[in-house]
């Protein structure tokens, strides 16, 4: 910022900042009631909320700075960031790299929650990321577990997942394990292929380095020197999470991922993954993440599909706790 109070940015970082047909500024400018000018690469902003806006067009310029993309997701976290009053825990450098995928694009953390949540990995021994789609939870377990074996933290990574479908019946599968358990695992395979690449994965897989297999098969086993990844996690009963965790052995990590709004478990099971989190809500060496709406880094219409579901969820237990004190005859009008 210049000392009239404008912002100024590079010419080759300027279509960036902008974004295609100006949506990022027209969103700033949106957001906080502001007009905003460039004049040969001065931003001039003009209204009562000026400070808001140039606080955010600051962010962008950190991040566009370090080479990275800016997209309509990444506008609207700054912006809800500075009403949240965290926006300056948002960090525009490198130092929270995860790890490369093959294409050399730096993995990390795009949020807060996501911030947490990589630096609980990385300090505690089982990891709980809880939240819904597309907050990053696989992904970033997935990019930690390669980023472990790539530095020889474990000999091994293991996948595994309960073999429930989301709400509709596939019927008989054909083929051997493998093949049979691959629809479940796609998710986790498209993880491992952005990140180490199809052909490592498999030169890997044959040499046992890398092991997917669904969560009944962990069953009597020690997992020692390994790196665990229990995805949708949700679906698992409070018995198989009990099974799962107790398998854990010496100088293994690992990491349940799952979002408990979805859960496809038949009518009345208990999921073990909601179970689980009160149970070790305080034990030492747990770590616990709640994700949220905030942390969604897919297409911006996820997070609004996932706030309208919200607020659904929201109405309707309003209205069952008013049923109930009704008929206990302490209900309101």
């Known amino acids: 910022m210049d000392e009239r109070g404008q912002t100024t940015v590079s010419g080759e970082l300027l279509p960036e900042i902008f974004g295609k047909l100006d949506e990022n500024i027209i969103k700033i400018e949106k957001a906080f009631g502001v007009n905003i000018v460039n004049r040969a690469g001065k931003l001039a902003i003009v209204g009562e909320n000026a400070e808001y806006a140039r606080a955010v067009l600051r962010k962008l310029i950190d991040i566009a700075e370090n080479g990275e993309k800016i997209d309509e997701t990444t506008v ?17 450098n490198n130092s929270d790299v995860v790890t490369l995928t093959l294409a050399g694009k730096a993995i990390k ?5 996501q911030k ?8 505690e021994t089982i990891v709980f990321g809880v ?3 597309g907050t990053g939870k696989t992904y970033l377990a997935m990019a930690m577990a390669i980023a472990a074996f790539k530095k020889n933290d474990v000999a091994r990574i293991i996948l595994t997942r309960p073999a429930i479908e989301a709400g509709e019946k596939l019927g008989f599968l054909p083929g051997d394990l493998q093949q049979k358990v691959d629809p479940y695992l796609r998710p986790l395979y498209d993880a491992l292929f952005e990140i180490m690449g199809a052909e490592a994965f498999h030169r890997n897989l044959e040499k046992g380095a890398i092991e997917v297999a669904p969560l009944a098969y962990m069953r009597g086993r020690t997992l020692d020197n390994s790196f665990i990844v229990l995805d ?7 018995e198989q999470m009990k099974m799962f ?17 979805q859960i496809d478990l038949p009518g009345g099971t208990k999921s073990g993954l909601k179970d689980v989190l009160g149970i070790l809500e305080d034990v030492e060496g747990i770590g616990i993440t709640m994700l949220t709406n905030k942390d969604v880094v897919r297409h911006p219409l996820v997070q609004r599909i996932i706030k309208a579901y919200e607020k659904r969820e929201k109405r309707e237990n309003y209205k069952d706790k008013r049923k109930i004190r009704l008929k206990q005859g302490r209900g309101g009008k």
Not at 76 to 92: E, H
Not at 232 to 238: F, S
């Open 76 to 92: 609207n976290y700054i912006i809800d960031s500075l009403r949240d009053n965290t926006i300056g825990q948002i960090d525009g």
């Open 109 to 113: 953390p795009k949020t807060m929650g």
């Open 116 to 123: 947490k949540y990589v630096q609980q990995m990385r300090k």
């Open 131 to 133: 939240g819904p789609a």
């Open 232 to 238: 949708e996690a949700q679906n698992t009963t409070p």
């Open 245 to 261: 965790l107790t398998r854990i052995g010496f100088g293994s990590k690992a990491v349940v991922t799952g979002d408990i709004t």
